[in-house]
T-cell receptor, first 117, second 113 residues
Framework: AQKITQTQPGMFVQEKEAVTLDCTYD???????LFWYKQPSSGEMIFLIY??????QNATEGRYSLNFQKARKSANLVISASQLGDSAMYFC??????????????FGPGTSLSVIP | DAGVTQSPTHLIKTRGQQVTLRCSPK?????VSWYQQALGQGPQFIFQ???????QRGNFPDRFSGHQFPNYSSELNVNALLLGDSALYLC????????????FGQGTRLTVV
């Protein structure tokens, strides 16, 4: 069963505007972590932001913020003041243990973001 | 400080052959995870190595195997290649169990013909 859902296969945003990329997840773990990664055309996955399931404050990293709504199992990424270099694939991911001592990270299908000048 | 390095960057193999991909983790990292990313999809977790042992495995057949060396570098081996194994293979390194930040390499693009 798919555990990470990203319902926006492609998004467009005007340069300097803000954009929200949606992510919903499903897990039975009480302790888990949520990530967002950026993948430019070069292929490298770039870590953007992390939110722990017990964190009460929404995570922020520069222009990136994570809108965490635990009851709705939602972890949307907000990018403020979009730049041309933000054009890339964006992946939502979740770290879960599944009851074991070790963690693994599972990824969503991704959202392609295009920033328009 | 070198990040995660993977080799080779690209390779082409024939169906039925075997392939070995290599990964050197970021300096100081002791855990290596491997992912398969088919075109247009998100990465799929293959397995994770820590202290030279496989400690987590995703839903991949036994044709996929790995190894971690004492210097924490890792290899991914795929036997009896299928056309469907064509993908970008990503290696990620992290420090310890449950590390929230993993650093990825640029990947190896494998094409099976």
């Amino acid at each position: 069963a798919q555990k990470i859902t990203q319902t926006q296969p492609g998004m467009f945003v005007q340069e300097k505007e803000a954009v929200t990329l949606d992510c919903t997840y499903d897990t039975s773990d009480q302790s888990y972590g949520l990530f967002w990664y950026k993948q430019p055309s070069s292929g490298e996955m770039i870590f953007l932001i992390y939110q722990g399931s017990y964190d009460e404050q929404n995570a922020t990293e520069g222009r990136y913020s994570l809108n965490f709504q635990k009851a709705r199992k939602s972890a949307n990424l907000v990018i403020s003041a979009s730049q041309l270099g933000d054009s890339a694939m964006y992946f939502c991911a979740m770290r879960e243990s599944g009851g074991t001592s070790y963690d693994k990270v599972i990824f969503g299908p991704g959202t392609s973001l295009s920033v328009i000048p | 400080d070198a990040g995660v390095t993977q080799s080779p960057t690209h390779l082409i193999k024939t169906r039925g052959q075997q392939v070995t991909l290599r990964c050197s983790p970021k300096s100081g990292h002791d855990t290596v995870s491997w992912y398969q990313q088919a075109l247009g999809q998100g990465p799929q977790f293959i397995f994770q190595y820590y202290e030279e042992e496989e400690r987590q495995r995703g839903n991949f057949p036994d044709r996929f195997s790995g190894h971690q060396f004492p210097n924490y570098s890792s290899e991914l081996n795929v036997n009896a290649l299928l056309l469907g194994d064509s993908a970008l293979y990503l290696c990620a390194s992290s420090l310890g169990a449950g590390a929230f930040e993993a650093f990825f390499g640029q990947g190896t693009r494998l094409t099976v013909v």
